[in-house]
T-cell receptor, first 112, second 114 residues
Framework: GEDVEQSLFLSVREGDSSVINCTYT??????LYWYKQEPGAGLQLLTY?????DMKQDQRLTVLLNKKDKHLSLRIADTQTGDSAIYFC????????????FGSGTRLSIRP | NAGVTQTPKFQVLKTGQSMTLQCAQD?????MYWYRQDPGMGLRLIYY???????DKGEVPNGYNVSRLNKREFSLRLESAAPSQTSVYFC?????????????FGAGTRLSVL
């Protein structure tokens, strides 16, 4: 079945780059997403990438997609304290037009 | 533009009590979803409604029922609450006719079942 996996925790120093990794199983995924959840709030879309793209850059965010290895990563440059949150990887699978499969989330903490 | 609104924000129930979680969206989306979030388990889909008048089970539907009251509203009902249903519940909506199918989330309902 469809599955999305990511590590649970990441700790980086303020000003360094953060790289959050994700693997997925559905080779027919059309869109892959990164959502951000701040404490006590719902999820908000951070960025997304279409499956025929390898990379997408949006200000401090860089998304890399390796379709062969079914690997997605999110790089946050110059990580700030406001980036502390849980980051969810998600995929829009080919088997259902409406269902999105979410990973378990990576909690990013920032060290001074 | 409120987006997705969930009520209540917090709720404490005793085992066996029933309650309904309400969700409304004002983005004219066709699809609506209910998830639960538990530590270390990410989001698990309980039920979804691809369009008005249809509902389907997700990954963890047992113990829950849903109603797609109209295009705007999608409610989640716990008929007989159990401690295992202590969780944070999120409602989301999307328009899957738009290729990206981005989901928009409410702020969540924090439910404790004692």
């Amino acid at each position: 079945g469809e599955d999305v996996e990511q590590s649970l925790f990441l700790s980086v120093r303020e000003g360094d780059s953060s790289v959050i990794n994700c693997t997925y199983t559905d080779s027919s995924s059309t869109y892959l997403y990164w959502y951000k959840q701040e404490p006590g709030a719902g999820l908000q879309l951070l960025t997304y990438i279409f499956s025929n793209m390898d990379m997408k850059q949006d200000q401090r965010l860089t998304v890399l997609l390796n379709k062969k290895d079914k690997h997605l990563s999110l790089r946050i440059a110059d990580t700030q304290t406001g980036d502390s949150a849980i980051y969810f990887c998600a995929e829009l699978g080919g088997s259902s037009a409406s269902k999105i499969i979410f990973g378990s989330g990576t909690r990013l903490s920032i060290r001074p | 533009n409120a987006g997705v609104t969930q009520t209540p924000k917090f709720q404490v129930l005793k085992t066996g009590q029933s309650m309904t979680l309400q969700c409304a969206q004002d983005m004219n989306h066709n699809s609506m979803y209910w998830y639960r979030q538990d530590p270390g388990m990410g989001l698990r889909l309980i039920y979804y409604s691809a369009s008005e008048g249809t509902t389907d089970k997700g990954e963890v539907p047992n113990g829950y029922n849903v109603s797609r009251l109209n295009k705007r509203e999608f409610s989640l009902r716990l008929e007989s609450a159990a401690p295992s249903q202590t969780s944070v519940y999120f409602c989301a909506s999307s328009d899957f006719r738009v290729a990206k199918n981005i989901q928009y989330f409410g702020a969540g309902t924090r439910l404790s079942v004692l």
